[in-house]
């Protein structure tokens, strides 16, 4: 499985963005998918993840309420929908998975994923 992340961009604080990660592989339809960012300066951290089916879903306390993750098998996309940006969302998101799939509850750790988006620059304006 390779990942492409795109959708990025400069807004404003209140604006909405939607980020893309496009997926080659049979395998897509089998795996979990999330999503992670990274500021200047700052750690790698988690932001969102979706089961393989789609069906479910957790969410970084700082973006509860205002991502929305979700997984097409269809079109071999994730997506993450973000709402009322903040400036503090400023970063490089990056989705990622892992192989083989991880049975059991979504995972949230950097360590948890072994495949990698190149990522995407979002940067919000305050």
């Known amino acids: 499985v390779q990942l492409q992340a795109s959708g990025g961009g400069l807004v404003q604080a209140g604006d909405s963005l939607r980020l893309s990660c496009a997926a080659s592989g049979r395998e897509f339809v089998n795996i979990n998918m999330a999503w992670f960012r990274q500021g200047t300066g700052m750690e790698r951290e988690f932001v969102a993840a979706?089961?393989?089916?789609?069906?479910?879903?957790i969410y970084a306390d700082s973006v509860k309420g205002r991502f929305t993750i979700s997984k097409s098998n269809a079109k071999r996309t994730v997506s993450l929908q973000m709402n009322s940006l903040k400036s503090e969302d400023t970063a490089v998101y990056y989705c990622a998975t892992r192989l083989p799939r991880v049975v059991g509850a979504l995972r949230t750790g950097i360590s948890d994923y072994n495949i990698w988006g190149q990522g995407t620059q979002v940067t919000v304006s305050s």
């Open positions: 979706v089961t393989y089916s789609g069906a479910s879903t």
